[in-house]
Each structure stands twice: as structure tokens, then as C-alpha cells.
């Protein structure tokens, strides 16, 4: 009779032991909270183009390409460096590829150029140009294109990363005001009041550049007229905010 009653004293006085940490444990999580996300936008004109110009050559004779091609390119760096034309520095501009390769598929214009089962050879050197002459951008294209650059094969309006840094802060504040507003809009209408946050959640966020064109090549160019028409759009900045009020 004994032995039978201790058991289940001795079992419970175990699930108590158990039990009791895990319950305190949790009363942290039971603090009632609403999530709510907040959004920011930023609206700026860029303060920075970053232009790829490139000339290629194509020919028979691999090493006249590569003559051909050098010569061009110095005549377009020249040109962007001359203080009376492009009169941009050296920091400016750098050449970011160069490559050689095979012609696979000649057009028909090569063909009758150099023949029909002559092997053409491609040399392509392209240069970047990372400048804050925005205003002048039509100018400088203008410029290497007049003097052999065959495409921009990028064109992209971007902002400096102290500009950058600085609209992100004001995205970052106005997304934070439209959480808590949703917060307190949302409790008002429960009849409960909004305490203090006990979480929040920045999101990363890219920037993405915005791009004039892509591959715009020289015959569009010509066709546009002396001057090269380039107006830069607006530069987004987006920032957004996740965060959990107590509700009290």
C-alpha cells in the first residue's frame, strides 16, 4: 500500500520541476506586439555618369587590328583628355577590357569587304568613364564617337556614395514615421494604446543605377543629330522598416 502511493507523489513532484522553467521561460513571449513595415522613397537627380565607350576593329591581319584599334583609341582618349574638348583627367577615365577573337558569323558587309572564306579577327578595347560633368554628357560622347569610338556599350546615371548615405537617412526616417503611424491608427481603432518598441528590422536595400541605354551604337548617334540628346531621369532611394510595438 505504500509502495503504491509514492509513485505518483514522486512523478508529479517531477513535473512541477520540469514544468515550471518552461513556463517562466515563455512568459517573455506571450508580451503582446503588432508588426507593422514602413516604406521610404527619395527622389533625387544623380550627381555622377558612368559611360563605357568602345572601339572595335576587324581584320584579316590580327596584328593590323590591333594597329588599327590602338591608333583609334588614342585619337578617342586624346580627344576626351584635350582641355578644349572633352577636358576630362586622368582619374576620370581607364580602360576596363580588351580583347581579341574570331568573327564566327561576318555580316555581309565584311564579306565582300575581305572575302567570303577569309578568317576576320575582332579586336574590341573598351574604356570607362566615371565623371561628374553630368551636364555634359552628350558633349563627351559626342566627342569619342567623332573621333572612333564605334558604341556605348554603357551609359548609367548614378549617385556618390556620400549622396547616397545622406538620402538614405531621410528614406530611413520618413519609412520609420509611416510604421509607427500604421501602429497607432491600427491600436486606436482596437481601443488599446501603443507602448514602446521592442523590436525593429532594417532592410537592405540596392540602389539600382538608371540607365540611359544599352549598346547605343554610332549609327543612332548620327542619326540623332550634331548633338547627342542625353537628359538623365530621377534616382530612387528606398528604404524600409519592420518593427513590433507593445501593446499595452
Known amino acids: 500500500m505504500h509502495t503504491h502511493t509514492y509513485m505518483p507523489v514522486a512523478l508529479l513532484v517531477m513535473l512541477i520541476i520540469f514544468l515550471v522553467p518552461v513556463n517562466a521561460e515563455s512568459g517573455s513571449d506571450d508580451i503582446p506586439l503588432i508588426h507593422v513595415t514602413g516604406s521610404g522613397t527619395i527622389k533625387a537627380a544623380p550627381d555622377r555618369v558612368e559611360i563605357d565607350l568602345t572601339v572595335v576593329t576587324k581584320n584579316p591581319d590580327v596584328k593590323a587590328a590591333q ?38 558569323y561576318p ?28 551636364d555634359r554628357v552628350g558633349d563627351i560622347v559626342d566627342i569619342a564617337v567623332s573621333s572612333g569610338a564605334n558604341s556605348v556599350s554603357s551609359l548609367q546615371f548614378t549617385l556618390s556614395q556620400e549622396k547616397t548615405a545622406e538620402l538614405r537617412k531621410e528614406a530611413l526616417a520618413i ?74
Do not use: C
Not at 591608333?71 to 576596363?96: F, Q, W, Y
Open 67 to 104: 594597329k588599327e584599334n590602338a591608333r583609334k583609341m588614342d585619337l578617342v582618349m586624346s580627344a576626351l583628355r584635350d582641355t578644349s574638348k572633352g577636358n576630362l583627367t586622368g582619374h576620370e577615365i581607364g580602360t576596363t577590357s580588351y580583347s581579341i577573337s574570331e568573327v564566327y
Open 175 to 248: 519609412a520609420v514615421r509611416k510604421a509607427q503611424t500604421d501602429a497607432e491608427t491600427v491600436i486606436s481603432a482596437m481601443g488599446k494604446n501603443l507602448g514602446d518598441v521592442q523590436e525593429i528590422t532594417v532592410d537592405e536595400s540596392y540602389q539600382p543605377p538608371v540607365y540611359y541605354n544599352q549598346d547605343y551604337r554610332v549609327s543612332a548617334m548620327k542619326a540623332a543629330g550634331p548633338e547627342t540628346p542625353i537628359e538623365p531621369g530621377a534616382v530612387e532611394i528606398n528604404a524600409r522598416v519592420t518593427a513590433g510595438y507593445r501593446i499595452v
Open 107 to 134: 555580316d555581309d558587309a565584311l564579306k565582300a569587304k575581305f572575302g567570303e572564306d577569309v578568317t576576320i579577327y575582332e579586336v574590341m578595347n573598351t574604356i570607362s568613364i566615371e565623371t561628374e560633368k553630368i
